[in-house]
């Protein structure tokens, strides 16, 4: 069963602490993104990779971090740095970078307390 | 700058006629624009794309055209039903840079 999968779905965390969400894919895409979306937002780019150990800062990177080691994985890190972590985060793929459609995965919806 | 906009936040109409949703854009010559649609709490669901040389594309009972002069996509559901009450995303995309979205617009159908 293919898909894009993004864990957890709720994640909890105090003021000051790094914290990684997931995303894995299995359908061979090569390249996979990470966005913000605020409440009446659109989506806002994070990061993205158009191939295994790259990838490209996008509109709002400050206070985040990726990386890219293996195909299916684009794990996203969210450092005390970012002064406003509370948000729904979306993870996405598409078979290759620019004009493909993507494909999202449910989302983590972070809560920084 | 470059600029995205739908035609409102919010769009209620009644149950078995036509929404209309609009997207316009300025400062931006996308090679393909695409619309999804988002039910609350999940990621977005990819519906349609259309290419700078198409006109209108159409799937079951969606139609999007694209105006590359007038920089306009108007994105319509016919028979609508309560069933299609989501978000609707579009997104433009230059070919070899990411994806830009606007803000959606949601549509709500009553019964």
């Known amino acids: 069963d293919g898909g894009i999968t993004q864990s957890p779905k709720y994640l909890f965390r105090k003021e000051g602490q790094n914290v990684t969400l997931s995303c894995e894919q299995n359908?061979?895409?090569?390249?996979m993104y990470w966005y913000r979306q605020d409440p009446g937002q659109g989506l806002r780019l994070i990061y993205y990779?158009?191939?295994?150990?790259?990838?490209q800062k996008g509109d709002i990177a400050e206070g985040y971090s990726v990386s890219r080691e293996k195909k299916e994985s684009f794990p996203l890190t969210v450092t005390s740095a970012q002064k406003n972590p509370t948000a729904f985060y979306l993870c996405?793929?598409?078979?290759?970078?620019?004009?493909?459609?993507?494909?999202f995965g449910p989302g983590t919806r972070l809560t920084v307390l | 700058s470059q600029k995205i906009e739908q035609n409102s936040e919010a769009l209620n109409i009644q149950e078995g006629k036509t929404a209309t949703l609009t997207c316009n854009y300025t400062?931006?010559?996308?090679?393909?624009l695409q619309w999804y649609r988002q039910d609350p709490g999940r990621g977005p669901v990819f519906l349609l794309l259309?290419?700078?040389?198409?006109k209108e594309k159409r799937k079951e009972r969606l139609k999007v055209t694209f105006d590359t002069t007038l920089k306009q996509s108007l994105f319509h559901i016919t028979a609508s039903q309560p069933a299609d009450s989501a978000t609707y995303l579009c997104?433009?995309?230059?070919?070899?840079?990411?994806?830009?979205f606007g803000k959606g617009t949601r549509l709500s159908v009553i019964a």
């Open positions: 259309i290419r700078e040389n198409e």
């Open positions: 996405a793929s598409s078979i290759r970078h620019g004009g493909d459609t993507q494909y």
């Open positions: 400062n931006y010559s996308p090679a393909y």
């Open positions: 990779s158009q191939i295994v150990n790259d990838f």
């Open positions: 359908l061979n895409h090569d390249a």
């Open positions: 997104a433009l995309d230059s070919r070899n840079t990411p994806l830009v």
